[in-house]
């Protein structure tokens, strides 16, 4: 099995400023983002991660590159992992999105959501779905199938390819909770995905370093404190 990190970007000047950015160019870490991104480099220290793949926009480069640097990868930019483009609601304030109909329709329905001169949350959930796992199976390929992966995205984004994952239908996509710079994990086999982690904020990742196949005619044994994911009708 590949694993998938997802990771939120940190917190930016719009978290604070209660906007919706959208794609808006030069929204950047707000200081705290910034402490955040650094923190990312022993959080995850134990994992060796094969490759970095990021959203194009400021954010997201920010909060990859302090993790990069350090294990001397090039983040792969990938547009299809970019924030949903929200269109006319880009830069508006979410007190006077709040008041718009098409904001019920967002929470209770997002299937059904496209925004006004932007995209639908539908259509949104289908190119980051094949993105990750277009960079899955290409890091499988040129790493092997234990490799690592991390990509960083956005809230939206990151809950979308949550939903997929879990076979939890994109109107449910609400609620999961996403929080700026939190990591959460799926586990790609071939014949379907595990969800391992969700808005995980916490140092603990030892657990998902992969643990070395036994020799030829070895047993691999098995221990009742591992986390065997999906139950015992999980092959």
């Given at each position: 099995m590949t694993t998938l990190i997802l990771l939120r970007h940190g917190r930016s000047t719009a978290n604070t400023a209660g906007v919706l950015a959208g794609r808006t160019p030069g929204v950047e870490l707000d200081d705290r983002g910034r402490e955040q991104a650094a923190a990312v480099v022993d959080r995850l220290a134990a994992l060796p991660i094969a490759s970095v793949v990021t959203s194009p926009l400021e954010r997201c480069r920010q909060t990859v590159a302090p993790l990069a640097a350090a294990r001397g990868l090039e983040p792969v930019v990938e547009?299809?992992?970019?924030?949903?483009?929200?269109?006319?609601?880009?830069?508006?304030?979410?007190?006077?999105?709040?008041?718009?109909?098409?904001?019920?329709?967002?929470?209770?329905?997002?299937?059904?959501?496209?925004?006004?001169?932007?995209?639908?949350?539908?259509?949104?959930?289908?190119?980051?779905?094949?993105?990750?796992?277009?960079h899955v199976a290409r890091v499988r390929a040129e790493h092997g199938e234990d490799a690592i992966v991390l990509a960083c995205s956005h809230g939206d984004v990151i809950k979308a390819v949550l939903a997929d994952a879990l076979a939890s239908h994109l109107d449910n996509f609400q609620r999961i909770v996403v929080d700026t710079c939190s990591v959460s994990v799926v586990t790609y086999t071939e014949l379907r995905p595990f969800v391992a982690r969700m808005n995980e904020q916490s140092g603990d990742v030892a657990s998902l370093v992969p643990k070395p196949k036994p020799a030829e005619g070895e047993e691999q044994p098995v221990n009742a404190s591992d986390a065997v994911v999906g139950g015992s009708t999980n092959a």
């Open positions: 547009d299809d992992l970019a924030e949903v483009d929200y269109g006319a609601w880009t830069g508006r304030k979410i007190t006077d999105l709040l008041k718009e109909d098409l904001w019920k329709v967002v929470q209770a329905h997002p299937s059904a959501a496209t925004f006004p001169d932007g995209e639908s949350l539908a259509g949104m959930q289908a190119r980051s779905v094949a993105a990750v796992r277009r």
